[in-house]
C-alpha cells in the first residue's frame, strides 16, 4: 500500500488529466468484479434447478426479516449479521422468481422460454464479465499511455531547462535509462496493474459475499489460510525492491557504455578496444542478468506460495465438507468459488511487486523532476535586441567545483573587434565561451552587453546575439535544409540557399542525391568532417547573429579542410564582432587583437604580429607549431 500511495502521489498530476477514463475505467473494473460473483451463482442456480434442489424461502429467513422489521435499536452483531442475510436472501429469491419461467427444473419438460433462458443467462453474464474487463483494461492502459507520454515530455522539458552543470553530473546513459526503461515500468504500473487492482479486490469481495451467504463458518475457515499468503508477498517486495534498484544501476551503466561505444566506434576500432569493450559490455550484461533473476525469482515465488496455499486451503475444506455432509450444489459452488478466490489473490501480489519495482522507477523519474537550473532567468528582464558598444568581463572569477579556473578576470571587447584567445589547455579559453552564452553564472563579477548583466537578459534573447561554430560540430538526423535551418527557426527556403553559398557549401549539398532534401544520417555520418563544419558555418550565416563565437571552429579538420572552411568563415566575420578561441595559433593571425590566458588571467594582449616580437608565451606557443623559427 506504501508504494501505491507514493506512485498515486508521483503520478497525480497527470492522471488528473483523465479523470473521466480513469473514473470509467475503475467503475467498469467494480462491475467486472461484482460479475465474477454473479456468474458463479448464475451456474450454483442452473445446477441446483437441474438437481431438483431449488430451496424454498427458508423460515428462518422468515424470522430474520421479522427481526430486520422490529427496529430495535439494540440489535446485537449477530441480528444485524442475520438482518443483512435475511434482506440479501429477500432479493435472491425474487430473483429466483422473476427467472423460474426462463430456466429449467427438475422434472418439469423445459420449453422455449427455458431453451431461450439457458442459452441467454450464463452467456450474458460471463459477456458482462468479459467486456467489462476489456473495458476496463482498456480505459486504464489508455490513461497509463498518455500519462507515460505526458511524463517522458515533462522529463525532455526538465532536462532541455536544466544548466550544463547538471549534465556533467550523470552519465547519459542513465538518463535514457531514466527516460525508457524507468517510465515503462511506471507505464505497467499505472495501467494493466492498476485496472487488476481495480477488478480483483472487488471479485474477492463479491465471491466471499456468496460463500457467506452459502455458510459464513465455512467461509471463515477459508480466510484462515490468507495470512499465510500475505507474510512471503510482503518479504518478497523488498527484494524486488532491492532488484529492481539493481537492475535500474546495472541498465544506466550498459546503456551508458552502449552510447560510449556508438559514438566512439571509429577510435574503438583504431585502437583495436572491441575486446575490451565487449568485456565490459558482458560483465554489466551479467550483472543484469543476476539482478533481473533476483526481480523474477521474488515475482514468480509468489505464485507456488499461495498455489500451495490454495491446494492445503481446498484440501482441508473438502475433508470439513465430508464430515459435514453439505448438499452437492452447495459443495460445487462452495469448491469453485474457494478455487477462484485465490487466483484474484494472486493477481493482486503480482500487483504488489509491480508497485514495489514502480515506487524505483517513480524515485528515480522524481530526481530529475525535481532538479532545477542553476542559471536561471529573472524575473523581471531586460530587453536587449541590438549589441553596438561592447562586451565587458569585469572582474570574472569562475570555478567548476573546486578548480578555479578564471581568478578576477577582466576584459572588454569593443564591438566590431576580432578578439583571439589563445592559451594551453586549461588556460580558461572555452570557459569565456561557456559563460558569454549564459551556460554557467560566475561566482563573482559580473558579463555585460552593452551595459546590461546577463544574468538581467532572458536567455533566448541573450542568444539571439550570438552565433557558435565549434570544434564538436552538432549534425542532426534531418535533411540538410533542416540542419542549416536550425540556425534560426522559420527560415526561408531562399535564405537557407543564400547561407549555404555564403559558406561554400552550395555545390558539394547540389552534387547530394536529394540536394537540399537529404538526410544526412546521425551525427552526419554521411558528410566529411569539412561538408560538416561548413553546414555549421552555414547555420551560424541563417542566425545573423552580431557576435560570432569561434570555438576551435578548425581544430579537427585537416589541411585541405582547413582552407576550405577558413574561407567561409572569414566570409562569416565580416561585419561581426568575434571571439575566436583556439590553440592554432595560425587561426588567429588575422585578429585584430590576441589575448594570451595562462591560469586563467591574461597575461599578454596586443595584435598578433606584435606578440610574436615581444617574444611572450604567445610567440613560444607561435614556435613549437612552427609559426615562428626556433
Not at 77 to 86: K, V, Y
Not at 109 to 123: F, I, S
Not at 461 to 466: K, N, S
Not at 504 to 522: C, M, N, R, W
Request: charged share 20%; hydrophobic share 45%.
Amino acid at each position: 500500500m506504501k508504494q501505491f500511495l507514493a506512485i498515486l502521489r508521483f503520478g497525480a498530476p497527470y492522471l488528473r488529466r483523465y479523470r473521466a477514463r480513469i473514473s470509467l475505467g475503475i467503475v467498469l473494473g467494480i462491475i467486472y468484479g461484482v460479475s465474477n460473483g454473479a456468474a458463479l451463482w448464475g451456474a450454483r442456480m442452473v445446477f441446483e434447478r437441474l438437481s431438483g434442489a431449488v430451496p424454498a424461502t427458508p423460515a428462518a429467513a422468515q424470522q430474520e426479516a421479522a427481526i430486520a422489521t422490529t427496529g430495535d435499536s439494540g440489535a446485537t452483531f449477530s441480528e444485524l449479521s442475520s438482518n443483512w442475510r435475511s434482506r440479501t436472501a429477500a432479493v435472491e429469491q425474487a430473483v429466483r422468481s422473476a427467472l423460474d419461467d426462463w430456466l429449467p427444473l427438475a422434472g418439469r419438460k423445459p420449453g422455449w422460454r427455458e431453451v431461450v433462458g439457458v442459452l441467454t443467462l450464463l452467456p450474458l453474464l460471463m459477456a458482462l464479465r468479459g467486456f467489462t474487463g476489456y473495458f476496463s483494461n482498456y480505459f486504464l492502459s489508455w490513461v497509463s499511455e498518455r500519462t507515460v507520454s505526458d511524463l517522458r515530455i515533462d522529463i525532455m522539458s526538465r532536462l532541455a531547462n536544466l544548466s550544463l552543470e547538471y549534465f556533467s553530473r550523470f552519465r547519459s546513459g542513465d538518463l535514457i535509462t531514466r527516460v525508457n526503461t524507468d517510465a515503462l515500468t511506471l507505464q505497467v504500473a499505472i495501467g494493466s496493474r492498476m485496472a487488476d487492482l481495480v477488478k480483483e479486490p472487488v471479485t474477492i469481495l463479491s465471491i466471499l459475499g456468496l460463500l457467506i451467504l452459502l455458510d459464513p463458518k465455512l467461509t471463515f475457515f477459508v480466510l484462515i489460510f490468507l495470512p499465510i499468503c500475505v507474510i512471503p508477498i510482503g518479504r518478497l517486495g523488498k527484494k524486488a525492491r532491492a532488484a529492481g534498484r539493481g537492475m535500474a544501476t546495472a541498465s544506466s551503466q550498459q546503456a551508458g557504455l552502449m552510447v560510449e561505444f556508438l559514438a566512439g566506434i571509429r577510435v574503438v576500432k583504431a585502437f583495436g578496444l572491441e575486446a575490451t569493450q565487449l568485456e565490459r559490455f558482458q560483465k554489466l550484461a551479467r550483472e543484469l542478468v543476476s539482478q533481473g533473476m533476483r526481480a523474477m525469482r521474488a515475482r514468480e515465488l509468489v505464485n507456488p506460495i499461495i498455489e500451495l496455499v490454495s491446494a492445503l486451503a481446498l484440501s482441508t475444506l473438502v475433508l470439513y465438507i465430508a464430515f459435514q455432509g453439505i448438499q452437492f450444489t452447495d459443495l460445487l459452488t462452495f469448491l469453485g468459488g474457494t478455487a477462484i478466490l485465490y487466483t484474484p489473490i494472486k493477481r493482486l501480489s503480482q500487483v504488489h511487486v509491480s508497485f514495489v519495482q514502480a515506487s524505483v522507477a517513480a524515485e528515480r523519474i522524481g530526481q530529475i523532476l525535481a532538479e532545477q537550473p542553476t542559471v536561471v532567468d529573472p524575473s523581471s528582464p531586460k530587453t536587449l535586441t541590438a549589441f553596438r558598444r561592447e562586451i565587458v568581463f569585469d572582474g570574472v572569477t569562475f570555478a567548476y567545483n573546486d578548480r578555479t579556473v578564471l581568478n578576477d578576470f577582466s576584459l572588454v571587447i569593443p564591438c566590431g573587434q576580432k578578439l583571439g584567445v589563445a592559451g594551453e589547455s586549461g588556460a580558461g579559453k572555452s570557459t569565456l565561451v561557456n559563460l558569454l552564452f549564459r551556460f554557467y553564472d560566475p561566482q563573482s563579477g559580473r558579463i555585460t552587453i552593452d551595459g546590461v548583466d546577463l544574468r538581467d537578459q532572458l536567455g533566448r534573447d541573450l542568444r539571439r546575439l550570438l552565433a557558435l561554430v565549434s570544434q564538436d560540430i552538432v549534425i542532426f538526423d534531418l535533411t540538410v535544409a533542416e540542419n542549416i535551418a536550425c540556425g534560426r527557426p522559420g527560415v526561408s527556403r531562399a535564405e537557407v540557399e543564400a547561407a549555404a553559398r555564403a559558406a561554400f557549401a552550395h555545390d558539394f549539398i547540389s552534387a547530394l542525391p536529394k540536394g537540399y532534401d537529404t538526410s544526412v544520417g546521425e551525427r552526419g555520418v554521411t558528410l566529411s568532417g569539412g561538408q560538416r563544419q561548413r553546414l555549421s558555418i552555414a547555420r551560424a550565416f541563417v542566425r545573423n547573429s552580431p557576435i560570432l563565437i569561434l570555438d576551435e571552429a578548425t581544430a579537427s579538420l585537416d589541411s585541405q579542410s582547413e582552407r576550405e572552411v577558413q574561407s567561409a568563415i572569414e566570409r562569416l566575420e565580416e561585419n561581426r564582432t568575434v571571439l575566436c578561441v583556439a590553440h592554432r595559433l595560425s587561426t588567429l593571425m588575422g585578429m585584430d587583437r590576441v589575448i594570451t590566458l595562462s591560469a586563467g588571467r591574461i597575461v599578454e594582449s596586443g595584435p598578433p604580429q606584435e606578440l610574436l616580437r615581444q617574444d611572450g608565451p604567445f610567440a613560444s606557443m607561435a614556435r613549437l607549431q612552427g609559426i615562428l623559427p626556433s
